[in-house]
């Protein structure tokens, strides 16, 4: 069983029931869920992962006003609900878990991107994708009053579309530099240590690519190979770039090669088909200053190349 599913069981038959029999006021204002750090918050557990973090549990998100005069007294209840359920423990709640429990809809927010909704483009530019995916993963069991889904809605699909031009451009560039020119310059070198870390730059930044040209937040790196099966723009670069992966930096040099090209020829003709490039050519760094040009706001497109 996935955690999600065993912890949305677990809300509707012991923990709603329970939470909203003690505290009927409170409970019709709350929104309820399993959101944040874990892969189960993405549907990505298994077996491996059940030696921490997994098992019956959800969060419990509550007004500023609601937490203080109920947050202390939900969370005494919370801790004292069954720990056994369908043959699975649940953990402790444990100070600043951020995965179960009852918390600030403010708060758990906060914790991720520093904010709620983010107030200005920059702002949006400096949050990590990967605390956005986290913090808008997982599923909302129920939302009473609806503050929680609106403030994550508002962070839904993805970035702005000048800050999502903006990573992409930084994205383009970081492929260029990393995978098209200092791999082959660090080999011609004969440095493999520093081809190797050039090739890890030019699959972060290639993955990070890929999520974004599918309007998508790349989560956190080990899950970044994992979630990307599902995405269909620049998806027929994905096997290229596990290839690339899993190749040894010594032996494979010319098949790496082919793919890094491979890869970037994908993602030039995703960019052409969703109208961000007018740059011709296979290099990607002539693509990443087309894109900057299609970006509106006039502080964000003035940037560095590689800023975001």
Known sequence: MKGLELCSKYYFEVGAP???AAFPEAMSRAAAGLSGQGSDCLGLDDEYS???DFGPGFLV???DADFEKYGAEMQRAYDALP???MGFSRKPTGTGSQRVGIMRTSDFYAYYIGCTVPESLMKWLRIQEHFLATCTSGEVFEDALGEFSAIRNALLPCYPEDVRLKK????AATMAQSGQYNYFRMLRRGDVFGARLALGEFLNASLSMLYLLNFRYEPF???QFAAAGGLVAMGKALPYLRDIAAS???RDDARIGRDIEAACAVAINELRLQGLTEAEGDYMEPHAYSIMAHIQDETIRNLHVMEG
């Open 248 to 250: 040894s930096t010594l």
């Open 18 to 20: 329970a939470l909203k």
């Open 61 to 63: 998100w509550l007004t």
């Open 50 to 52: 059940r030696d921490h």
């Open 83 to 85: 720990r056994e359920f």
């Open 221 to 223: 790196y080990k899950w």
């Open 168 to 171: 992409l451009a930084a994205r």
